[in-house]
Structure formats: structure tokens, C-alpha cells
């Protein structure tokens, strides 16, 4: 099978260009010096000859979005639409990748699939209309959303939080926003299944199982490199003033993966203690 990535060299890129070369495919692996994915003509010249276009480019800085929502629609909404479009030209099948920040993040239970889209800031916006642009071009899509993504392959929660670590005494780290830490591997390896599986059209919920807060993670973290969890202490996110709105509770139910018989990640900690070394080096 011949696929396409775009985004290739962002943290998510990089660990899924791996796994489809590892797993013997044909792939072309492109990030911006060699597609724009808002331009017509250059998603024309490149995405050609493929059966799969995995779309993990995006504008993903999500404070800087509330300024620039303009650019950032750009990439979030109209790229997606273009790729989309470029697929069923061809008859290539499309992975999009979205995100928890589409939801309002004011529930208590588990987003599902189908859920309401509310987002409250701008990158949730444009990545909802992302999704939107995608379900109304093509009928062959994919749309992965994913939440509190780490990686080796790009800066992340984890490595901010060993360095600070290595520089302070304690951590004040927010207990009231709760979410389920993803490894771009375990995702990476979602989305190859998916695919391998011909999973039917539509949503699914690419996050590790569990929950935990950000809190809870640090510890985990500052355990993992050999220091005393009891140096994280506990504060909420309205200590820490952001432009963007954070989503309090970003839990992402699996139903859709679990209806097409293609298991989930697995649940957060376990997937962290196997992620550790490779994430932070
Ligand atoms: N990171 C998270 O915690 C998280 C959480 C939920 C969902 N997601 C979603 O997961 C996906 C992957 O995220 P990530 O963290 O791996 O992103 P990332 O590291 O920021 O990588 C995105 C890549 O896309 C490139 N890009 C930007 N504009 C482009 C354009 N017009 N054409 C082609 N390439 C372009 C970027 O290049 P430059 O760096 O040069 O701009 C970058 O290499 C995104 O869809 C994101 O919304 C991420």
C-alpha cells in the first residue's frame, strides 16, 4: 500500500513516518519545505499515486491561535478541506487528525464519538471546522481525534516537566483539568490498525484508556526520573492565567474502536512506563 504524510516531521509525524516504513509501505513523508497543505496546486503536484494521505500538519499552538485565528484556520480548516477534496479525486482513503479541544470540556463522563461539538477557544474552532471540511469533501475519511499528546519527537509535558524539575524544589502543577497523556508510537500504531483493519468512515478516539489530571501525570513523571512524587504539589488552573480556555475534562470514550473490534490504547500509566525511556531520552 502507498501512503502519503503530511506533517511528517512534527512530533506525531515522526513516529507514525516510522512505523510505515517499518511495517514495509510505500510512503512519500512531507512536511512544509515540501507541501503546503492550504495550496491547491502544490497538494495537486504532490499527493498523487497513493491509496492512503494521513493529514498530521496543523496549527497547533494553541494560545497563539486566539491571536492568529485567521492563520490558523488556514491550516486547521482549509488544508484538510484541500486534502480531502485531493482524495476523492484519486480514491485515496483519508486519516485526518483532530483533537478534545473541539469539545466545550465541561463534561464528567467520556466524550463520545458523536458528541457536541462546543469548542471554546480559537485552535478548538478551527480544528472543528477542520473536521467539518473533511466529513463534507469526501465520504472515504478517517477522523482521529486525540488529546494530550508526548513524544520523543517534539517538545511536550513530559520533558518540561523533568527540566523543571531538575532546576526547583516543587512543582505546582493543576489538579483540575483531567485528560488521558497519549504516546505518538501508540497512536502512530492506532492509525495503522485502523487503516490495516479498513475501518469504516467516520470518528474515532485515539487516546490512551483511563484518566488522569496533569497533576497526577507529573508525578508519574518526576517518579520515572528518580525523584519524589511529593515534590509535585497541587493547584488549579486558575493559578495559571493563558489566552487560550483549557479544557477542565478531556476523557475520550473508545466505543466507536471497540464496535469495529480494534482495540484501544492502552490505559495511561501502563503506556508511560513503557514510553519513558524512549520519551525523555
Ligand atoms: N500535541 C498535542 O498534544 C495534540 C493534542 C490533540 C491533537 N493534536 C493533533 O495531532 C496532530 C499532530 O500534532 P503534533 O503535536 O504532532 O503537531 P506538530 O508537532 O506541531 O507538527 C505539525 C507539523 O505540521 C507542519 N505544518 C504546519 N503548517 C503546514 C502546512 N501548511 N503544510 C504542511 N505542513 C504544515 C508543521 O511545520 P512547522 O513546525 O514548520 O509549522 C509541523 O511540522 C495535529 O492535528 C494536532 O492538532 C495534537
Known amino acids: 500500500m502507498r501512503w502519503l504524510i503530511a506533517g511528517a516531521k512534527g512530533m506525531l509525524g515522526q513516529d507514525l513516518t516510522a512505523r510505515v516504513v517499518k511495517d514495509g509501505h510505500d510512503l512519500i513523508a512531507v512536511d512544509i519545505d515540501g507541501i503546503d497543505i492550504t495550496d491547491p496546486a502544490s497538494v495537486r503536484e504532490i499527493v498523487k499515486d497513493v491509496d492512503v494521505v494521513v493529514n498530521v500538519a496543523a496549527f497547533t499552538a494553541v494560545d497563539a491561535a486566539e491571536e492568529k485565528e485567521a492563520a490558523a484556520f488556514t491550516v486547521n480548516a482549509t488544508g484538510p478541506e484541500i486534502l480531502a477534496r485531493r482524495c476523492r479525486e484519486i480514491g485515496a482513503r483519508f486519516v485526518h487528525i483532530s483533537t478534545d479541544y473541539v469539545f466545550s470540556g465541561?463534561?464528567?463522563?467520556?466524550?463520545?464519538?458523536?458528541?457536541?461539538?462546543?469548542?471554546?477557544?480559537?485552535?478548538?474552532?478551527?480544528?472543528?471546522?477542520?473536521?467539518?471540511?473533511?466529513?463534507?469533501?469526501?465520504?472515504?475519511?478517517?477522523?482521529?481525534?486525540?488529546?494530550?499528546?508526548?513524544?520523543?519527537?517534539?517538545?511536550?509535558?513530559?520533558?518540561?516537566?523533568r527540566d523543571l524539575s531538575q532546576t526547583h524544589e516543587t512543582l505546582s502543577v493543576v489538579t483540575d483539568e483531567v485528560g488521558q497523556p497519549t504516546w505518538t508510537v501508540d497512536l502512530a500504531d492506532l492509525i495503522v490498525r485502523l487503516v490495516d483493519a479498513e475501518a469504516p468512515t467516520g470518528i474515532y478516539h485515539g487516546t490512551s484508556s483511563g484518566k488522569t489530571n496533569?497533576?497526577?501525570?507529573?508525578?508519574?513523571?518526576?517518579?520515572?526520573?528518580?525523584?519524589?512524587?511529593?515534590?509535585?504539589?497541587?493547584?488549579?488552573?486558575?493559578?495559571?492565567?493563558?489566552?487560550?480556555?483549557?479544557?477542565?475534562?478531556?476523557?475520550?470514550?473508545?466505543?466507536?474502536?471497540?464496535?469495529?473490534?480494534?482495540?484501544?490504547?492502552?490505559?495511561?500509566?501502563?503506556?508511560?512506563?513503557?514510553?519513558?525511556?524512549?520519551?525523555?531520552?
Open 214 to 281: 496533569w497533576h497526577g501525570f507529573t508525578r508519574e513523571i518526576v517518579a520515572s526520573i528518580g525523584k519524589d512524587p511529593d515534590m509535585v504539589k497541587e493547584t488549579t488552573a486558575a493559578a495559571f492565567k493563558r489566552p487560550a480556555p483549557r479544557p477542565h475534562y478531556s476523557v475520550l470514550g473508545h466505543d466507536a474502536l471497540e464496535r469495529i473490534g480494534v482495540e484501544p490504547i492502552g490505559d495511561w500509566k501502563e503506556r508511560w512506563l513503557a514510553a519513558k525511556d524512549v520519551v525523555l531520552g
Open 106 to 161: 465541561d463534561a464528567t463522563s467520556p466524550y463520545r464519538e458523536d458528541g457536541l461539538l462546543e469548542p471554546k477557544g480559537a485552535y478548538g474552532r478551527t480544528k472543528a471546522a477542520g473536521e467539518w471540511a473533511v466529513r463534507c469533501n469526501t465520504d472515504d475519511y478517517l477522523i482521529v481525534r486525540t488529546a494530550w499528546l508526548y513524544g520523543a519527537g517534539g517538545k511536550c509535558f513530559p520533558k518540561t516537566m
